[in-house]
């Protein structure tokens, strides 16, 4: 009788376990209908940030980036957003096909509460130099800031240069 009971013990605490670790689990996991929307948001503003710089629109580029703005390049150091709009502008006035895609399959979204989002994937750039395409692929995290309704990348890290 004691062995029954000492087994029916264990069974119960086991279930209570295995249960309370399930309840956990499910309260930390994010709404998945709410991650979904976050990526495609993300993804959207992704599509309009290089949308922007494939037809060199600076003014449009202007207001996807954070006056604060802090760019953290592998090779390039720390740039803020008045260095990073002379070197669109720079690079733009070279007239040499730059263009940027997203590796299909790269990106990656996740919430940042009550801030935004970050977005991490991997993207080629591809510009013509001495009369060859010469393309590229690095990886890259953008921190996005929702702010009033509005999308923009106060952080960037660029690496693998």
């Known amino acids: ?7 029916l013990r264990i069974i119960f605490f086991s279930v209570i376990l295995t249960a309370g670790n399930m309840l956990i689990k499910a309260q930390s996991r994010p709404d998945t209908q709410a991650v979904q929307g976050l ?7 992704d599509s309009v940030l290089f949308d922007a710089f494939n037809s060199h629109d600076m003014e449009k ?6 006056d604060d703005l802090e760019f953290y390049h592998d090779l390039g150091g720390l740039t803020g957003y008045q260095k990073n709009m002379e070197t669109f502008k720079t690079n733009f006035e070279k007239n040499n096909g730059l263009r940027r895609a997203l590796v299909k399959g790269s990106l990656e979204v996740y919430p940042i509460k009550d801030y935004g989002a970050i977005e991490t994937g991997a993207h080629t750039f591809c510009h013509i130099e001495n009369g060859k395409s010469d393309c590229g692929t690095f990886k890259f995290v953008h921190i996005w800031q929702k702010k009033n309704g509005e999308w923009k990348i ?3 890290v660029s690496y693998g240069h």
Do not use: A, G, N
């Not at 990526?39 to 503003?45: G, T």
């Not at 580029?61 to 954070?66: A, G, Q």
């Open 1 to 7: 009788m004691k062995l029954k009971f000492q087994i």
């Open 39 to 45: 990526y495609k948001e993300i993804y959207h503003m």
């Open 61 to 66: 580029l202007k207001t996807l980036f954070t």
């Open 154 to 156: 106060s952080r960037v």
